[in-house]
């Protein structure tokens, strides 16, 4: 699968799951030879076309683009994980509904209760709240994202990385369970945490 037909993938997959909505989200690949395939601003992504895609520079430079494109407004969030993770070659920022209403009533997603997420992701840290679509995204992320590969963009949306997109959107479905499981658990009365200590 090319790279734009995976990102193409990706978008329908979550877009189809729930974990993004209307036009929201936005998705990026670091090719091979240091550029940024990019969704564009403005696009549903669950019905996105190949060519709807960008090509920018890790300046955050166009280079490809089909007329009337604009990359997605999120760009500077995605090119300072690229800056600071140079393990990671995929971004995927999406609005997973329970992940977000956690923050929104005032939780952190917890990571001591699921052992494949302890296991997988370690914990999935909360940002400060930013103005969506602003360069404070950037700004909000710089000390959390060199040790988290999931964090949650408070009262707004994921972000999460991987080495490939495939990665990267099933650390989302992680992240998601995760809440889901959490909300569901705190409704039902108590939470229990795995047993002290069996993850050492
Ligand atoms: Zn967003």
Redesign the pocket.
């Known amino acids: 699968m090319n790279f734009r037909t995976a990102i193409i993938e990706t978008g329908r997959i979550a877009y189809q799951r729930g974990l993004l909505t209307a036009n929201?989200?936005n998705i990026s690949v670091r090719l091979p030879d240091g550029n940024i395939l990019i969704t564009p601003s403005g696009l549903c992504k669950g019905r996105m076309q190949p060519e709807d895609l960008l090509v920018i520079t890790p300046e955050g430079e166009v280079v490809e683009a089909a007329p009337g494109r604009k990359p997605t407004s999120?760009q500077p969030m995605h090119l300072e994980v690229y800056r600071l993770r140079p393990d990671v070659n995929a971004v995927l920022?999406a609005?997973p509904p329970y992940a977000v209403a956690l923050t929104v009533a005032g939780f952190d997603l917890r990571n001591d209760f699921l052992p494949e997420t302890r296991m997988t992701l370690g914990s999935i840290p909360t940002t400060d709240f930013a103005l969506?679509?602003s360069p404070q995204n950037a700004a909000v992320i710089r000390e959390l994202i060199p040790h988290h590969d999931a964090l949650m963009?408070r009262q707004?949306?994921s972000l999460t990385v991987g080495r490939t997109l495939e990665e990267a959107l099933i650390n989302l479905e992680r992240l998601e369970h995760t809440a889901r499981v959490q909300y569901l658990a705190q409704t039902l009365g108590r939470i229990v945490p795995l047993p002290e200590g069996w993850w050492r």
Do not use: I, R, V
């Open positions: 929201d989200g999120e920022h609005h969506p679509s963009l707004h949306g």
